[in-house]
Every structure is written in structure tokens, then in C-alpha cells.
């Protein structure tokens, strides 16, 4: 099976590691994954701020940047969801029926919740809402993280609460933004797990900023980061 990475700006710019993982992750599951060279922002924050005429010349582009391919993976809900909810409104309805995030892709396309990985942490996940709401992963990110040898997965009180980045949101609303993400923050660090997960980046980087200014020890980790590791290389 041969599909295109859909690496997204936040990982591209500030978490490539994210984006390396889940390379290593679908070759290590018999996957060959392109990276189409011309992509670049799917047009989320313009469309979120009102720009849908610059919204739409991404979109365009996008749609370029992954014609040919079968399967678009991308280790992000939120990118992922504005492509499929999004895209069909600003004329590219293409794309949308080939774009799946990455552990929708590994439970629904490959039929895999163990891959084979090793992680001898204790973790607790957190479900940002684009993947929760309007991609509808429901447990599939937890399947993948039971199946991981090593790791003892905790139940993240308020699960489903939004963690109060919400892209712009952060932006426009700032106070109401960090106190939502001390209370992620406070119920996270309750679990006495040392690793929070999560699917998307972007929340995972509010939620480590909290962390940081509390000075608290645990850490934020993608999921694919995760689910690339083995007992014979990283991640650690």
C-alpha cells in the first residue's frame, strides 16, 4: 500500500518528530509513504478567522498537492476534520473521501490495534475535539494505546472536555483559554501518569505550555510518537 503523508504545518514547523514517527510507524506496518513536497497549510486558521477566499486557494492547493494518492494520512485530527468538513464548502470535495487520521487509518484501513509497539510508561490520553466531535474516533486511539506492551493506560478525568486551545480561540480568548487548560492540566496530573498523549499537536503544545508555568514533571507525547516505538529503538 502506497499513501501521502499529510504532515501539517504545527508538526512540520515545531514537532517533525511527530511527523518521523509516523513514517517509521506505517513502514514498520508494510506501508510506503510519499511526502508530497508541495504542501502546505490546508487553510484552517483562515477559514476559523473569516478569510474563506484565502481559505479556498489552499484548499486548492492541497487538493493538488495529494492528487494520485489512494490514501492521505495525517497524525492530526484537526487538519484532518477541516479537510472533510470543510473542504466539500469551499469547492474541494475530492479529497475528502482519501484523507483519514492516522489511527483512523491504522484501525480502519490496515484492521491493526497492535502494532507491535513498546512503551514502558503510564499515560493518560487526552481526546482533542476535532478528533472527538467531529472526526468521531471514539476509542480507537485507546485500542492502539492498550495493545502497546509496557504501557499502563489511566483514565484522564473530564476526558472529553476541551482543553481550551481551540486554535484562534487561544488567540481571541486568552484567559479562558489558560483556565481551561489548568483544568485538563489539574485532572491530567491527578492520574500520576508521566505522559500525557494525545492525537493532536496543537493541543498537546497549550497543554505542555500549562504544564511548564506550573512546573510540573509530566510530559506531553503524540501518539504516533508512541506507537513508533519498540523495544529496539526510540521513542523513549
Not at 34 to 50: L, R, S, V
Not at 62 to 84: D, I, K, L, N
Not at 212 to 225: L, S, Y
Request: aromatic letters at 6%; glycine letters at 12%; a neutral charge.
Amino acid at each position: 500500500m502506497r499513501v501521502a503523508l499529510f504532515v501539517t504545518c504545527v508538526n512540520d514547523a515545531l514537532y517533525p518528530a511527530t511527523g518521523i514517527a509516523t513514517v517509521r510507524l506505517l513502514e514498520r506496518l508494510g506501508v510506503e509513504v510519499d511526502f508530497p513536497a508541495a504542501q502546505t497549510c490546508c487553510g484552517q486558521p483562515q477559514f476559523n478567522t473569516g478569510y474563506p477566499r484565502e481559505a479556498e486557494r489552499l484548499a486548492r492547493r492541497t487538493a493538488r498537492a495529494f492528487e494520485g494518492y489512494a490514501y492521505v494520512v495525517t497524525p492530526s485530527g484537526s487538519c484532518a476534520a477541516m479537510v472533510r468538513d470543510h473542504y466539500p464548502g469551499l469547492g474541494e470535495p475530492g479529497l475528502v473521501p482519501r484523507t483519514y487520521e492516522l489511527t483512523e487509518f491504522l484501525v480502519d484501513v490496515l484492521g491493526v490495534t497492535d502494532v507491535g509497539a513498546y512503551y514502558p510508561h503510564r499515560v493518560t490520553y487526552h481526546p482533542s475535539c476535532h478528533g472527538l466531535r467531529l472526526l468521531g474516533l471514539g476509542d480507537r486511539p485507546r485500542r492502539l494505546l492498550t495493545a502497546v506492551r509496557g504501557l499502563e493506560l489511566v483514565e484522564l478525568p473530564g476526558a472529553e472536555e476541551c482543553c481550551g486551545f481551540g486554535g484562534t480561540f487561544a488567540v481571541k480568548n486568552p484567559a479562558v483559554s489558560v483556565a481551561m487548560g489548568r483544568d485538563k492540566v489539574r485532572g491530567a496530573v491527578g492520574t500520576g501518569a508521566e505522559v500525557l498523549c494525545g492525537a493532536d499537536n496543537s493541543c498537546l503544545m497549550h497543554l505542555g505550555g500549562v504544564l511548564r508555568r506550573e512546573g510540573e514533571r509530566m510530559r506531553t507525547v503524540h501518539i504516533a510518537e508512541i506507537l513508533a516505538g519498540t523495544e529496539e529503538g526510540p521513542p523513549r
